[in-house]
């Protein structure tokens, strides 16, 4: 039975222990049915203890944990979907010492199971951005100070947003980058990744958005003054306050694995109801991610 919604209990009650979360695994994992990974073969015994499929013709012993991100975790399957449940229905992730603390697990394996599962939330890109859409660089880090925009300083993160406006002008998705510099190379990134060709792009009137124009509709318009930013320059506060509280010096680097479950969440809010179901569903349905791998892809 899909779980739906973000009441903690009735969420306690459905997974009452590791098996409960096996057993919501193997549902997803064979939910177009059963077929051997080995010989292909459809017909399978399902081992009591672990409910590991046996294939019927070459005894090949498949787990539903195997090839996906719940693939040897050494601290419990419950465990891990309550930090899924927390980090995908609750309005605000958490930070992986306090994940630690909650589930008695070290701080490396929190950290590790975190970024596991914002590996899953990254955006596939399949549903680019249309509409109005608006983009704006502003930097993250060091000194803080009021004026947004592009900043000389070396201590700060250079990120860009952009932003899908409804028609009555609130936020619909944001996706944030990381950029190296505010040249059209960089900024072109997130028109690429996340911004549809026939949408209207708003951006301010900085030369090197410019060139990207060539291929997407931007009308450099507004200033930093203007009231039209508005509703962006809520979202950046949103995120910068959100990044303090959960972002510490070990994650140098990885800033944009924490930019995609901001968004996941902000992009979802609307589909409150089956956020964790989602999230667990990538998660059976990606390979499995290592500590190395992580470590490796900054
Ligand atoms: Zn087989």
Redesign the pocket.
């Known amino acids: 039975m899909i779980f739906k919604g973000q009441n903690i209990i009735e969420f306690s009650k459905q997974f009452k222990g590791d098996k409960a979360c096996l057993e919501y695994i193997a549902e997803i994992k064979w939910a177009e049915g059963y077929k051997?990974s080995?010989?292909g073969?459809n017909k399978f015994t399902v081992r009591k203890k672990n409910l590991a499929r046996d294939?019927n013709?070459?005894h090949?012993i498949e787990s539903p944990t195997a090839n996906t991100m719940f693939h040897s975790i050494r601290f419990g399957l419950q465990k891990s979907f309550m930090i899924v449940f927390e980090m995908s229905a609750t309005t605000k992730g958490m930070s992986s010492s306090q994940m630690a603390k909650r589930y008695e697990i070290s701080r490396t394996t929190a950290w590790t199971f975190m970024h596991k599962v914002r590996t899953a939330m990254k955006s596939s890109g399949n549903y680019p951005m249309e509409g109005k859409v608006q983009v704006d660089e502003f930097v993250y880090g060091g000194k803080e100070t009021l004026k947004q925009g592009r900043s000389k300083d070396s201590k700060k993160k250079k990120l860009i947003s952009a932003v899908e406006l409804t028609e009555i002008g609130s936020v619909k998705r944001a996706y944030f980058k990381k950029i190296e510099d505010y040249s059209p190379n960089s900024l072109r990134k997130i028109f690429d990744e996340h911004i549809s060709k026939s949408a209207t792009v708003f951006t301010d009137k900085w030369t090197g958005y410019a060139p990207i124009s060539k291929d997407f509709d931007i009308h450099q318009d507004y200033s930093d003054n203007g009231q039209s930013m508005k509703q962006m320059h809520t979202i950046i506060h949103q995120l910068k306050s959100w990044l303090r509280s959960v972002y510490s010096w070990v994650d140098e680097g990885h800033i944009e694995k924490y930019l995609d479950e901001y968004s996941f969440r902000i992009n979802r809010s609307v589909y409150k109801q089956t956020i964790f179901h989602r999230l667990i569903e990538r998660m059976v349905m990606t390979h499995p991610v290592t500590y190395q791998e992580i470590k490796i892809s900054t």
Request: proline share 0%; glycine share 0%.
């Open positions: 051997c080995n010989c073969h294939c013709r070459c090949h």
